[in-house]
């Protein structure tokens, strides 16, 4: 990879930290209000463009560094994730896809989490950065499934409150999953420079 497609890569990983950190923000001072408000579809979509050009970059990236185990798990949970985000983004607009919508999420959270595992304990661990945006990714997964189970297994308002403040928190925690990846990248650009790579 030239030191300009790094360049790229670094700034939609950025841009994905950066709408991260702003929609846990939003979710902080309005609530849920927010998915109600009327540019929240806007938001969502633009906010996943962003996203999904990242996931391109890392996976091109892992192909491109020989990952095969994190290029496989992120490629198969960005499916599920696309996936995810079509059957929100239909109950958006009022689609009756309702009974896709706690599967699809399941599946992705799934997929995320073995792609987290993977960045942890295959080739990719060696290396500090993403080996941190791995565990990170791993518990805040961990975290978000189990609230899940929770919440679908205790039907209690103040559960109901409770976790609603944590998937606020794991979304602004998620953020420096991101900013592991850029500095991982910062330490390649460098090498790349030293090599007068352009």
Known sequence: MSKRLYQFFILFLGLTAACNLLQGIALMWLG????????FIAWF???NIVSYTGAFFTIKYYRYRNYRAAFNTLSIATGTGLFYSMIYFMLLLGGTVKSYYLP?????????????????????GKRIWLRAAGCLMLILGLITLGSIVWSLSVREVWVDMLLEKVSRCI??????VFVF?????????????????E
């Open 104 to 124: 699809s999420l399941i599946l992705s959270l799934l997929a995320g989490i073995v792609y987290a595992f993977t960045l942890v304990f295959s080739e990719t």
């Open 171 to 176: 979304i602004i925690a998620s953020s420096f």
């Open 32 to 39: 849920n209000k927010l998915f109600t408000q009327d540019y």
């Open 181 to 197: 990846f850029m500095v991982h990248l910062q330490g390649e650009i460098k090498v790349l420079k030293a090599k007068n790579i």
């Open 45 to 47: 979509f633009i906010r």
